[in-house]
């Protein structure tokens, strides 16, 4: 367990729906990441919260937005849901927002019909 | 931008054997390199890190790296592979973005599948 904890581990639902997949980051840590892992893209990076405040913006579509809560959970909104948006979207988490090392959750795997 | 390759996409290995997975980075000022490790169904798990000093790292489960500066490579080594050594390998490069933040890169993974 590595203390990053992500809900739902699965989720399957249908294009044009929204969804919203959960993180919460190890105790103590102040960021959190988001990341995308598909078979054709790899893992990208979606986007970073320091303390309740976006830092880092990476390939995140229009549709997709994230927010971190007062107390440091974080929740990734992904709306009107096409197929390609089916992967795994993994959360992280570190201690504070320059180089650190990232605690990876154990991802959310969403399929989209 | 910061890019990271990792040239092998599979590498099948004898339980037992050597092993060395590449990992080439670009990247205009000192890297942030990482390696990490992900078994089915879980998420990223780190090996180990280089910021800086001694260029032979070593981290979990007897795997070591080396960064050379001057081929942009950081090549993870492990002298015996064991049989749950069977994973996907990630390296990563951590590059600066806004507000003093440092992103990881990865590389698109290596498969490693160990042979009895």
């Known amino acids: 367990d590595s203390g990053v904890t992500q809900t739902p581990k699965h989720l399957i639902t249908a294009t044009g729906q929204r969804v919203t997949l959960r993180c919460s980051p190890r105790?103590?840590?102040?960021?959190v990441y988001w990341y995308q892992q598909s078979l054709d893209q790899g893992l990208q990076f979606l986007i970073q919260y320091y303390n309740g405040e976006e830092r880092a913006k990476g390939n995140i579509l229009e549709r997709f937005s994230a927010q971190q809560f007062p107390d440091l959970h974080s929740e990734l909104n992904l709306s009107s849901l096409e197929l390609g948006d089916s992967a795994l979207y993994f959360c992280a988490s570190s201690a504070a927002s320059g180089a650190n090392v990232l605690t990876f959750g154990a991802g959310s795997r969403l399929t989209v019909l | 931008a910061q890019s990271v390759t990792q040239p092998d996409i599979h590498i099948t290995v004898s339980e037992g054997a050597s092993l060395e997975l590449r990992c080439n980075y670009s990247?205009?000022?000192?890297?942030?390199l990482f390696w990490y490790v992900q078994s089915p169904g879980q998420g990223l798990q780190l090996l180990l890190k280089?910021?800086?000093?001694?260029?032979l790292v070593q981290g979990i489960k007897g795997f070591e790296a080396e960064f050379k500066r001057s081929q942009s490579s950081f090549n993870l080594r492990k002298p015996s592979v064991h049989w749950s050594d069977a994973a996907e390998y990630f390296c990563?490069?951590?590059?600066?973005?806004?507000?003093?933040?440092?992103?990881?890169?990865f590389g698109r993974g290596t498969s490693l599948i160990v042979h009895p």
């Open positions: 990247y205009g000022a000192t890297p942030y």
């Open positions: 990563a490069v951590g590059a600066s973005a806004s507000g003093g933040s440092y992103i990881p890169t």
């Open positions: 105790s103590g840590d102040l960021s």
């Open positions: 280089y910021f800086s000093g001694d260029t």
